[in-house]
């Protein structure tokens, strides 16, 4: 196998696909986040970039507190919408339902399966155009139908994924089980 | 549409699937990452979180470098594999055919269709049992049969996704694309 050096690119690995709210003092705003993770799981910290001159920003310092919501895969358009239009010259308030949980500040989409309250914990400043932001999943919200022993399925939810040649994808077949598929070479 | 409190749970969305790849002073160590994503663009960072006791976290500390390694799925018992043991107690060393670029302190992944070169830029300590990791992608490496237009091309690469539920899965179908399914709501 010969390889050869190529110009660096994003096409890498597929990102999951969330919707992100926050809430000003008048009313919510809803943007995509096409990559995010999970960064430890005791407490369960969730962590992703972002510009610091985009609309929520500020808000979400401000606050300490913003929303995750799990698009399905029939949300797709509403999503994308959201990762359209800025907050600062596009109402995205009334695109979703919203209903909010016990902390007030983050506004849940009711169309998104699942929705989580996340309060912030940790911002790092990248000294240039990004924050990074280390937040702790304090709540959490889902239809009943989308659970499975009272953990959300994602056979259910149908999140999914977004490749960097600006595509969304569906999740796919399943093509094996973590810590088994390995055990052939122990 | 009637939402319930649920308990906390990382089941919420798919995560990409990379190897990372450190080299000691005697051997190259591979370890699965199923949460990693891209910070920024402009330079082009990657960001992981890593066990501060794990094997290879010292290693790439001290050489500030990693390898980044995209698996298609034909490898998933091979990168399962690299998730199982540690390599406190593993030589993992041979999993792999492994070649370098400029960077030699990052061994690359030939079966692997993308490699990139990662150095080190910021460490977040997160006070507790993990580390941060973001790093500037400085070298990248294909095979030139899954380029289109001189950018890796997922069709031809097929990387694939984890769910917290302990499965592997490909890439589905095309649902999208970004920018333009929104465009409806205008």
Known sequence: MI??????S????????VLIGVKSE??????LVADI?????KPLLVLFSCYKKHYSTPILIENKCFSLNIPSEDMVAKADYCGIGSG????KSNV????????IKAPLIEEAPINAVCELRKTVDMNGTHYIFIAEIT?????DEILT??????????????????????????????????KVYK
């Open 139 to 143: 709540e959490m919200y889902a239809e």
């Open 88 to 91: 600062k010259n596009t109402d």
């Open 149 to 182: 022993k009272g953990r959300p399925d994602y056979q259910k939810v149908k999140p999914y994924i977004y490749t960097k040649d600006n595509t969304y994808r569906q999740m796919g077949s399943i093509i094996g089980k973590a810590y088994k598929e390995g």
């Open 26 to 31: 008048t009313k919510p705003n809803f943007f």
């Open 96 to 103: 979703f339902s919203v209903f909010y949980g016990e902390n």
């Open 10 to 17: 994003s096409n890498l690995f597929p990102s999951p696909v």
């Open 37 to 41: 993770m999970l960064s430890q799981y």
């Open 3 to 8: 390889k050869q050096k190529i110009t660096i």
